[in-house]
């Protein structure tokens, strides 16, 4: 299977967890709303408006979610600043010290504005966050943990459920799912609030990103970026109107609604394809495949112990005795593409990324390890013959 734009040209794309290209459904429904926004006759308007609720309700269908406790954040990064300014203090929010930036930012830019403090948690054992290191740092003032469902580096799940049973219903589980949504199943029902933008896994593009807020959190979280889009009477005489129910009254404005009909075409065929199990199994088999051939090459994995349920779709290695930034560019002029991470290589196959990228994987270590047995050979000191 390989429904990307372009594929021919995409047979050593290893770099979904930098950015997923396009699927031919969410191109498709991408250029169909923008041809209705380029006409904007009153009916494409309201065509507009009901494919943005589609999105919505096929994203709370993957979570598990109600429809109204999901709206259309622009990004992953905007979500959790949305979240954040709706978190008041006092008390602290734990981050994993190791978190993507775009999971600190917002934590920190409102901690003293209003917002609970920030705690940066270290790993435990390199892994991203476990329950176990989560019990050791509860302490009475905490109200939440903000965690990515997947590790962007090594690849690492989190166990949701198990990090929430610590948690328990009192504090908040607030969850950046874009390295984890549309790759692999995900114990979403964990999460009191989760955000993902589209452009990764799901091969969706920017400018939509599913927001869910639980109802059994609203509560606890004011409207605090919520603009004329998050209320019941946005035009009438006296404001602020109340807001609207559910993750809407934190919404600014409109979503983006060509980027939405992406997001929802983008959905829709995931679940044709037999939804985040089925897909997931396909990368995971690639990515095992993959690092099976760096092992080979005596490359080093990052938490190569995890096992088969607890890595998504993400692996980092690193050849001992190698540059990391010659081998990310052998790897580029073979027509490998994958992101360097300091002297980590990170992989990220998708369950489009055809067979034969395996191969051109391979072959490229193969001339590395050729190259270094050249040069080793032609640098030795010559042998003198005895005389």
């Not at 589609?54 to 598990?64: D, H, M, S």
């Not at 990764?200 to 979280?221: M, Q, S, V, Y």
């Not at 006296?238 to 983006?256: E, K, Q, S, V």
């Not at 983008?266 to 690092?291: F, H, K, N, S």
Request: charged share 20%.
């Amino acid at each position: 299977m390989n429904d990307q734009i372009g594929s021919s040209s995409l047979v050593g794309y290893l770099d979904h967890a930098r950015v997923g290209p396009l699927s031919r459904p969410a191109a498709r429904a991408l250029a169909g709303a923008a041809a209705l926004a380029s006409r904007m006759a009153p009916a494409d308007l309201d065509r507009l408006f009901a494919l943005g609720d589609a999105a919505r309700e096929a994203a709370a269908g993957l979570l598990g979610a109600r429809p109204h406790e999901v709206a259309l954040a622009p990004s992953t990064s905007n979500g959790l600043f949305t979240v954040a300014a709706a978190l008041r203090g006092p008390g602290t929010v734990l981050v994993p010290r190791d978190e993507f930036p775009a999971n600190v930012y917002p934590w920190l830019r409102f901690a003293g504005r209003g917002g609970p403090d920030v705690r940066l948690l270290d790993s435990d054992a390199g892994r991203h966050i476990t329950p176990d290191l989560l019990r050791s740092r509860l302490t009475p003032d905490v109200v939440a943990l903000a965690v990515s469902a997947v590790d962007s580096l090594t690849g690492h799940v989190a166990p949701l459920a198990a990090l929430k049973e610590v948690l328990g219903p009192r504090r908040l589980l607030i969850v950046d799912a874009i390295q984890g949504l549309g790759a692999v199943p995900l114990e979403a029902e964990a999460a009191d609030v989760l955000v993902s933008g589209g452009q990764k896994w799901l091969r969706a593009g920017w400018g939509a990103a599913p927001l869910l807020i639980r109802d059994r959190c609203g509560a606890r979280l004011s409207p605090g970026l919520g603009g004329w889009a998050g209320v019941a009477e946005p035009f009438g005489d006296r404001h602020p109107a109340p807001p609207l129910p559910g993750a809407a009254a934190h919404l600014a404005t409109n979503p983006d609604f060509p980027a939405a009909a992406a997001l929802g075409a983008a959905l829709d065929d995931l679940a044709l394809q037999g939804g985040p199990a089925a897909v997931g199994a396909r990368i995971r088999a690639t990515l095992a495949e993959l690092l099976d051939r760096a092992r080979h090459a005596g490359a080093e994995v990052l938490l190569d112990g995890l096992g088969p349920g607890e890595r998504a779709g993400i692996g980092a290695f690193r050849l001992p005795g190698h540059d990391p930034a010659a081998v990310h560019r052998t790897l580029e002029a073979a027509g490998v593409v994958t992101t360097r991470r300091g002297e980590w290589i990170r992989l990220s196959p998708h369950a489009s990324t055809p067979p034969a990228a395996v191969g051109l994987f391979a072959e490229a270590l193969r001339s590395l390890s050729r190259t270094t047995t050249a040069t080793t050979t032609t640098t030795q000191e010559p042998i003198c013959p005895t005389s």
